[in-house]
């Protein structure tokens, strides 16, 4: 197509322009609709031109990787290790960025949970600025890995209960005799914690998962670097 | 079918039975191929046999929520509600096996995590024994629905990291400018941590799984128990 146009082929295409664009398809039209075809379609190339640039699907993971985990944004640690402080209150804003943008792509989570990183630079980069910033707040070094891989757990998580239906946990819903259950669903409905994300704007957001998100997440750092931290 | 080899259909469909044929297909095949068609040929009915006992697809999740919960071992929890003591061990436990049986149904996070739990009687009895160990350990019944859902979005994060490939984080394919990263990741494969899973003989379960794990639930517990918690 856009050899008919007169448009030079190549310039249309660059490993990040092809990652920028598989991300789009897949949050578009899902995971499954990301074929080299669709790409090709997509960037007005032909596919022979993709492979110009990529050896096909599975380096295709590494860039759409990139393209997400790019949203992601590091700028607050990257201000910590500017002025060494404030690692902790970073960190936190690192996590809901994180879970921000896969609360966005919840279909994507399963493939990014299970795609290793050698292959993309850019996420690579996310994973040193978030390293240092533990390495510098104080945890030993042999507990970083361990700690960010915990963090992600929750965060993808997370993302998915953003997701969730407000009426998740029902009070109406719940028989009598889970008495327990019942307390705990009308206490979290008639707590302050339902109006936060729909402050956000988020309108089909769930209401519910703002403050379990921000209690897991302090509970997370804490462990990790101290309850009275001032890192 | 059924009725060809002369055998009673009503006797082999009950709700129950249905639920867990569903959870056997989407286990087996994967989500998108449980349809009511499939789940009568699986339990050798014709389709009509199954509208006596269920409306339909959505009436079908409610079913198969319970037959993958029921799964999860709360018996912990309920020697400890008998008992009157060793909450936190068993909220530990209760959380292992959650971990556990969604490492082998990962497909169904998505659905489980965004199901009401209202027509899944079975799963409100579980979540009716973990409020009420919440409750008996100390945590404020305004604090324990939020607690819940903050454990379970790390449960189901930490569930997709055991099918995560055991290379996620190779410190060979980290660029050596990323020198915290690679630390980090060296200090990861040198630890204690890469032989539990298999020690426990999942043999293709990611071994570096179970130490973010155990540490990122110290802290969630940590955080909802207090540290020196003896409940």
Not at 94 to 112: E, K
């Amino acid at each position: 197509m856009a050899n008919e146009r007169g448009r030079p082929t190549e310039s249309l295409v660059s490993r990040e322009k092809i990652g920028d664009a598989a991300l789009d398809i897949a949050s578009e039209k899902g995971y499954t609709a990301l074929t080299m075809a669709a790409l090709a379609r997509r960037l007005g190339v032909a596919p022979s031109a993709l492979y110009n640039h990529i050896s096909g699907k599975d380096e295709l993971f590494y860039l759409l990787q990139d393209a997400v985990m790019q949203l992601v944004d590091v700028s607050p640690l990257e201000r910590a290790l500017e002025s060494g402080v404030g690692y902790r209150r970073a960190l936190e804003l690192w996590a809901t960025s994180y879970r921000d943008v896969f609360a966005s792509h919840t279909p994507l989570i399963p493939l990014i949970a299970a795609q290793p990183i050698g292959d993309s630079p850019r996420t690579q980069e996310m994973y040193e600025v978030v390293a240092r910033a533990m390495e510098a707040a104080g945890c030993p070094p042999e507990h970083v890995m361990g700690r960010i891989i915990a963090m992600e757990s929750f965060i993808y998580g997370s993302a998915w209960d953003v997701n969730a239906p407000a009426d998740l946990f029902d009070p109406a819903a719940i028989a009598d005799e889970h008495s327990a259950l019942g307390r705990a669903a009308e206490a979290m409905r008639a707590g302050a914690g339902g109006t936060t994300a729909a402050k956000k704007g988020q309108r089909d957001a769930n209401p519910y998962a703002d403050q379990p998100f921000r209690d897991g997440l302090e509970s997370l750092l804490d462990g990790m670097l101290g309850p009275s931290s001032s890192a």
